[in-house]
């Protein structure tokens, strides 16, 4: 039987889902189809389970430690089954709460998976989605007024290091391993490639990163990046820049071998397993974008500033279209885009004013420009600079390392950027992000009053150092 509705989602992940409920909210008849559980990657084999696991190793690693806080303890171990067991519980108690928001907005849900079909009985349009059930009943036809494509991505990898599950694994895999393997070789130096080291290394396993550019974290600023270089190589991981990594000399016997072109020359490296952390690739096939107009460039789909396809009743957001692969960003691509297919008038984002975020210990968060962006920009750029170690309540939390970085225009005072490391500052970014928005000056964020003692006043006294003015530096 066929369905009408206002609007059809392909994918119930963060961007779907949100979407979803911002259609209910302006009264389109909304459906979703997904094909695995509502909150897809985000919830299930990224965002989420990973920050749990990060969040057991960090207490592992702080209870070690315990005896510089007059806090004396016996031996300390990690059961990793109940490390799981905590992520699972976590994943599981948002899944249900997704689940009871599809039912507040009397949103439909379709567990299966959904393709868009072409010009047919249904519509002379592209854009009737046909579901393919997972419980094997026969397919649903939905006749929606217009479809938004949320299909997300997926972990890409790198042919001959194909994915076992034992040896060779991608960030899927390792959220669910059952055990801590002794090594880890991780293949990528980006975001989630910190993260996996900085977790794995706080719970004691061996880790060797191998990073293609000459830094890790490279679209981070150079201080950033040289920091965290620096801090991670204190906790015991061992980094390897501008490494090529041979994967026809990939050995799997009891663990992995394999070699990398560094500088020129070829060095072995060994582990029980090997992770390939080497970016994400869109959910593009298997949908029915052969039956429309839609593009593909560089295999993601094209989109206008308010997420239209070539095929202008057909919208697409989050990863599937490429630019910033974060969940914050898929949200709100997908309330603009239900905003414009309702006829409201919503702003196209402004990506420079997306804050970003590594979750890694020290943690990285960063918005607008890097110093050297600002620069090829053609900025004459001032930089004010503030540690965490002239800070009381990073004393007292024992976690001193890093700094807060604000880059501004010299000849206009303009906000350019704000980049940070160390303790919390993902929690911190978003008084950045608003000054951001709100165009403000390094001396207005001065002269907000920041409370003492909190981490946040590293904030005010990069601004002050912005023009020489530090009270505490």
Known sequence: MAREYDLVILGGGTGGYVAAIKAAQLGLKTAVVE????????LHKGCIPSKALLRSAEVYAQTKHSEDFGVMTSEVSVNFSKVQERKTKIVDQLHKGVQMLMKKGKIDVFEGMGRILGPSIFSPMPGTISVEMNDGSENEMLIPKNVLIA?????????????DGQYVLTSDEALVMESLPTSMIIVGGGVIGIEWASMLSDFGVEVTVIEYADRIIPTEDLEISKEMQRLMKKKGVKIVTSAKVLPETL????????????????????????????GRQANVEGIGLENTEIQIDRGAIVTNEFYQTKESHIYAIGDVIGGLQLAHVASHEGIVAVEHMA??????????????????????AGVGLTEQQAIDKGHKVKVGKFSFRAIGKALVFGESDGF??????????????????G???????????????????????????????????????????????????
Do not use: Q
Not at 154 to 160: C, D, I, S, V, Y
Not at 404 to 421: Q, R
Not at 444 to 470: F, M, N, Q, R, Y
């Open 35 to 42: 094909k695995g559980k509502l909150g897809g990657t985000c």
């Open 151 to 163: 299909t997300g991505s997926r972990p890409r990898t790198l042919p001959g290091l194909e994915v």
């Open 251 to 278: 050995v799997k016997d009891n663990g992995v071998t394999i070699s990398a072109e560094v500088k020129g020359e070829n060095k072995e490296f060994s582990a029980e397993r090997l992770l390939v952390s080497v």
């Open 343 to 364: 006829n409201k008038t919503p702003e196209p984002i402004d990506y420079n004013l997306v804050s970003k975020c590594i979750y890694s210990t020290p943690e990285v």
């Open 404 to 421: 807060v970085k604000i880059i501004a225009d010299e000849e206009t005072d303009d906000l350019l950027g704000v980049h940070m490391i």
């Open 423 to 473: 303790p919390h500052v993902t929690d911190m970014i978003s008084e950045a992000g608003l000054a951001m928005v709100l165009d403000a000056t390094p001396w207005e964020i001065a002269h907000t009053i920041h409370p003492h003692p909190t981490l946040s006043e590293a904030i005010g006294e990069a601004a002050l150092a912005v023009d020489g003015k530090a009270i505490h530096g």
